[in-house]
């Protein structure tokens, strides 16, 4: 994971951008999501897929890749 920053002028002469960068990491997750979900032969060349995304859910949940400043987040920051 990374730490976005965006400078304070930028968001001054553009400040739909912040907001902007966000949906778009969003969106991101979500079709990498979708993605892992399709399991299937051809989905991964890893051949231990499954279990890898098994076992890393059962360490972080569902959602490993979460944004903001939840519980989760705040700990690790």
């Known amino acids: 994971m990374h730490a976005?920053?965006?400078?304070t002028e930028l968001l001054e002469e553009h400040p739909w951008l912040a907001e902007a960068v966000y949906?778009?990491?969003?969106?991101?997750?979500q079709i990498a999501y979708g993605q892992m979900n399709q399991i299937g032969w051809a989905a991964d060349m890893m051949p231990w897929y499954v279990q890898?995304?098994?076992?890393?859910r059962a360490l972080m949940g569902d959602n490993f890749f979460s944004y903001g400043f939840d519980d989760n987040n705040t700990?690790?920051?």
Do not use: G, Q
């Open 23 to 29: 949906n778009a990491y969003v969106e991101a997750t």
């Open 4 to 7: 976005v920053a965006i400078k």
């Open 52 to 56: 890898e995304l098994e076992s890393a």
């Open 75 to 77: 700990k690790t920051l």
